[in-house]
Structure formats: C-alpha cells, structure tokens
C-alpha cells in the first residue's frame, strides 16, 4: 500500500461547493446509499480505525466530508443518499448541492461507489453512474460487505453487475469489496493510485 493512504487525516466538512479546499489537484469522492459502507471503506484503505465516522445509524454524513493524504490529494465522503428519514426538502437541496460538486469541482477525478451486495444497484446508484458518464468520471464500484453472502453468490453477483454495466458509457470497474474481510482494498488502491495520480509524487512514470 502506498503509505500516503495510511497518513490521511480529517481535513473539514464542506456543507457546499463554495466551501471545498482550494489547493487540491486531485480529488475522489465515496458515494452510495446510506449505510452502504463508505465510512468503512474509506477507514479500511487508510488503515485507520476511526477516520471516517462509521454508524449503524445510517444518514450521518450530511456534508461533503475531506480527508487530505497530502497538501494535494483528498478523498471525500459524499453523504448517503436513500435515508427516509432525512426530510424530503433537505434531500432535495443535498440533490443540488450533490449535483453542483460533481459538475463543477475541477479536482473531482473518479468516484468510488459503494454498493451493498445484497442490494442490487438501486436507481440513485443508477443515476450516479450515469451522471458520471456524463461527466466522464471513472467510477470504481465496490460490492460492499462481500463477506455476508457465500463466495458463489457473491462472485455471481459480481458477474451480473459486470454483465449489466458492460455496455455503460462510463470507465467502469466493479470489485467484491469487504471492510471486515479486507476483500477488494488492493485493487481500490490501485485503482486510486491511478486517480490520484499518485505516481507523480512516487517518481514512478505512468505507464
Ligand atoms: N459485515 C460487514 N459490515 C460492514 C462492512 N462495511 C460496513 N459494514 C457495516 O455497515 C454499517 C454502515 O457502515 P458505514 O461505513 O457507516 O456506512 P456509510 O455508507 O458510511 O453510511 P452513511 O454515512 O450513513 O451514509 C456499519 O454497521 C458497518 O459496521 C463490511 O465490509 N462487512
Ligand atoms: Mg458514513
């Protein structure tokens, strides 16, 4: 692992785009249902417990929530999408303000969306997807919490997202993903890596 995810630390919390860190060249942003496992993923591939706040109650992340990994890299909580009980009015001005940070943020370069395995891909995650097609984002789609289903059923699931995404005009990877187990963490890496351009900093040259 690349030791700049293992130094992140909590940067701030951006209610809007207006209030996003200026500076950052290259940012990724974690989005999903709520509860799906964004926290978690994000605490996973830092290698650090309690980075991200992680709940049973779903809906906590209201804001755009920045980790910095060094003066130019940042990964972003986005908040959960689909909690009932967050009231429709302020889903509706989150939906904007969502919306705005995702066409307008210049840093913004993949998103990673979490996805609860047991749940196939609901209709915000479609609309995520697409938005990010239009927007030419690459998405990385992790299948969260792989390690409550068998190991056929969740590489069957994995193959059935596959199968339904391949004609996608986004840059799509989907990956079984598992905070508990540590499934999938290094192929997020890399895929990270990637998008954050990580290797300007490590001297490797892109390939
Ligand atoms: N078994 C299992 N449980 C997980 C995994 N990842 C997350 N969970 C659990 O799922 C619940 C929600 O996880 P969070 O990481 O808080 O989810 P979130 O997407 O950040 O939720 P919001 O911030 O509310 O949108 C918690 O109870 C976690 O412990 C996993 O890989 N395996
Ligand atoms: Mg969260």
């Known amino acids: ?91 509706k001005k ?9 066409e307008k943020r210049k840093a913004l370069n993949g998103l990673v969306l979490l996805v609860d395995i047991r749940r196939s891909l609901g209709e915000h995650d479609m609309q995520m997807i697409d938005y990010a097609a239009h927007l030419n984002l690459d998405v990385f789609i992790a299948l969260t919490k792989s390690d409550k289903l068998n190991r056929n ?13 391949k004609d996608s ?6 990956e079984l993903f598992s905070s508990l187990k540590k499934e999938g963490i290094e192929q997020l890496h890399t895929w990270l890596d990637s998008h954050l351009n990580t290797a300007e900093i490590t001297g490797k040259k892109k390939p």
């Open 1 to 91: 692992m690349n030791p700049l995810y293992h130094r992140a630390e909590y940067l701030l919390n951006a209610p809007n785009l207006k209030t996003t860190p200026t500076d950052i060249e290259y940012e990724v942003a974690f989005a999903g249902r709520s509860n799906a496992g964004k926290s978690s993923a994000i605490n996973t591939i830092t290698n650090q417990k309690s980075l991200a706040r992680t709940s049973k109650t779903p809906g906590r992340t209201q804001q755009l929530v920045y980790f910095k990994l060094d003066d130019h890299r940042c990964l972003v909580d986005l908040p959960g999408y689909g909690y009932a009980k967050v009231p429709p009015s302020i889903q």
């Open 94 to 102: 989150w939906q904007a303000e969502l919306e705005r940070y995702l």
């Open 153 to 165: 059923t969740a590489k069957n699931t994995l193959f059935a997202v596959q199968k339904l995404l």
């Open 169 to 174: 005009a986004a840059n799509i990877q989907v």
